[in-house]
């Protein structure tokens, strides 16, 4: 299963595997000084985001990651710029659900058939 990140919902966004998700979210606890990207991690959302892109372009530099996290890393500021507001992380399936309900690999997800 993946992560998807959404911005201001916008259309949700693929920035990572669970084990990948896994792997950044262990980078950012290690970090002092990132209180949106804690929220994120800890709770799925933080804002405003334009704080969580300082905080994670400010990690980057101080605390560099490994390579697969900083590619996670450069996807999320890749989606972030002046103006987001929310960021919110999930796994693409909503409430009620039982199938990812965003687009993957531009795909439409398979229909329930019940």
């Keep these: 299963m993946s992560m998807y ?3 201001d919902e916008a259309t949700p966004t693929e920035i990572a595997s669970n084990t990948g998700w896994g792997d950044f979210s262990r980078w950012v606890e290690n970090l ?3 209180p949106e990207l804690q929220h994120l991690v800890d709770h799925g959302w933080t804002e405003p ?11 980057i530099e101080s605390h560099p990651p490994g390579p697969d996290v900083l590619t996670i890393a450069q996807s999320i500021l890749d989606l972030l710029d002046e103006s987001s507001g929310v960021i ?4 693409g399936i909503g409430e009620g ?3 990812p309900s965003v687009p993957q690999d531009g795909l439409e997800p398979p229909k329930s058939k019940k």
Aim: hydrophobic share 40%; net charge negative.
């Design 5 to 7: 990140l959404t911005v």
């Design 32 to 34: 002092d000084d990132a």
């Design 49 to 59: 985001a334009a704080d969580a892109r300082d905080e994670l372009q400010n990690a």
């Design 88 to 91: 919110v992380v999930g796994n």
């Design 97 to 99: 659900e039982d199938e």
